[in-house]
């Protein structure tokens, strides 16, 4: 008879749900945190009454109202629209790309002048079947956006060239020929009222945890504490990197504190080309409409995962993608050990998918 039923590793979103879906059916679990905090990428720090997003800025947006409603049965968000700005070279253009950045950039009032204007700098280049994310970007937008607000903010987020990276990261952004620099097109969006502490809080009250606790440390003790071992930290560290290492992307935040109101205007400022070093500058008391009288702003500086980093982002480039099947194939395997989250799945998860893929996974656990 093990302590636990659940020994769960990590405490972002995806050990979050499943430890509270699990007491909820009458489990017992236990939660460690190799950080000093709970919340994994959520956590915010509170300087002076704003909420800093210390792992970056995080945006919770869903078309599933199923998961807008479990995420409210928590804490109630708030009417925040992402609705970044793109600085190139000085000049600014609305994101995502809409009829305001066509406007900005090519002095186009219709929806038809625009197309147009793409469908001339697409037919030129041919483009049948876009393999990579360069080709992808190109033709669903052309030449003029992608060589200022595309190239060289991909080519710093990653650290590889455009061609080197897959078609649907780019995706993620929508095209759109309406005048609304909404960066999503899901139905439901917003921040936690009280930032994204109150929602970990809420899910973890009444489970155990520590923090401060790296599972590889004491691998096998931890593996004995309780029948299940839940695990959300890297799967490729998991089984000893005996395929290999798989690469993340990882980020270095540089958050100043600025005695005045207002420093920008807008929650998210892109820096789109190559020679800044960053890629965003964030203004954290945006997200929550805060009127403080200083203000906390982030640069974020993207980096090559290296050991002693953390892990931000997978990179689901080919070769990565066939070193992590063979790490998903031994877990497979396992009848004791639930792999689940961005890193464990080696998937661009964002929150809602996370959640989703947390109460799938607690479903199949509980037969339901
Ligand atoms: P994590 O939050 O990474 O949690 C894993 C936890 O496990 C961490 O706390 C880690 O410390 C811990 N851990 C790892 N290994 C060990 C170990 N060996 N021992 C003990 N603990 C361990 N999503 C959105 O929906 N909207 C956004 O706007 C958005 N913006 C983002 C911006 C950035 C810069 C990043 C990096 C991500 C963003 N995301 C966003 C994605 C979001 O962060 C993830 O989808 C979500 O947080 C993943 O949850 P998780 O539980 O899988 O992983
Ligand atoms: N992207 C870009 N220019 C921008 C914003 C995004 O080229 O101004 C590209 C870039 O490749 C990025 C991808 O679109 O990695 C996805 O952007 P998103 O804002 O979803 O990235 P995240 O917030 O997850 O870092």
């Known amino acids: 008879m093990k302590k636990y039923d659940y020994l769960i590793v990590g405490s972002g979103l995806f050990g979050s749900v499943f430890a509270h879906e699990a007491t909820k059916r009458g489990k017992t679990c236990f939660i460690i945190e190799k950080r000093d905090h709970l919340g994994g990428n959520?956590?915010?720090e509170n300087i002076d009454g704003i909420n800093v997003h210390k792992y970056g800025a995080h945006i919770f947006h869903t078309n599933d109202k199923k998961i807008w409603d479990y995420v409210n049965s928590f804490v109630e968000f708030n009417r925040y629209t992402n609705s970044p700005i793109a600085n190139y070279k000085g000049e600014l253009y609305n994101l995502p790309f809409n009829m305001n950045t066509f406007y900005q950039l090519w002095k186009v009032k219709t929806p038809e002048e625009a197309k147009e204007k793409i469908k001339s700098q697409i037919e030129a280049l041919g483009i049948k079947k876009p393999k990579n994310l360069e080709e992808?970007?190109?033709?669903?937008?052309?030449t003029d956006i992608y060589e200022k607000l595309i190239k060289g903010y991909t080519?710093?987020?990653w650290g590889r060239k455009a061609t080197e990276l897959p078609a649907f990261i780019i995706k993620r952004l929508p095209v759109r020929f309406t005048y609304d620099n909404?960066?999503?097109?899901?139905?439901?969006?917003?921040i936690p009222n009280g930032g994204y502490n109150v929602l970990i809080n809420k899910m973890l009250a009444?489970?155990?945890?520590e923090v401060n606790v790296d599972f590889f440390s004491e691998k096998e003790k931890w593996m004995q504490l309780a029948d299940k071992v839940v695990f959300t930290g890297k799967i490729d560290e998991f089984y000893d990197y005996q395929y290999g290492k798989l690469n993340y992307r990882s980020l270095h935040f540089e958050n100043t504190r600025l005695e005045k109101e207002n420093y920008q205007g807008n929650a998210v400022?892109?820096?789109t080309e190559k020679d800044i070093p960053y890629t965003r500058i964030i203004e954290h008391k945006h997200f929550e409409f805060g009127k403080q009288a200083h203000t906390v702003i982030t640069k974020e500086y993207p980096k090559e995962w290296e050991e002693g980093m953390e892990p931000y982002y997978p990179v689901n480039d080919d070769k990565n993608v066939s070193v992590y099947e063979k790490y998903k194939k031994m877990s497979k395997n396992e009848s004791n050990i639930i792999f689940g989250g961005r890193l464990a799945e080696y998937k661009y998860y964002d929150m809602h998918q996370v959640i989703g893929s947390a109460l799938t996974s607690?479903?199949?656990e509980f037969n339901e």
């Open 155 to 157: 080519e710093k987020q």
């Open 269 to 271: 400022i892109n820096y």
């Open 136 to 142: 992808q970007a190109l033709s669903l937008v052309g």
């Open 206 to 209: 009444g489970v155990g945890t």
């Open 182 to 190: 909404n960066y999503f097109n899901d139905k439901y969006q917003g």
């Open 42 to 44: 959520l956590y915010c």
């Open 362 to 364: 607690i479903k199949k």
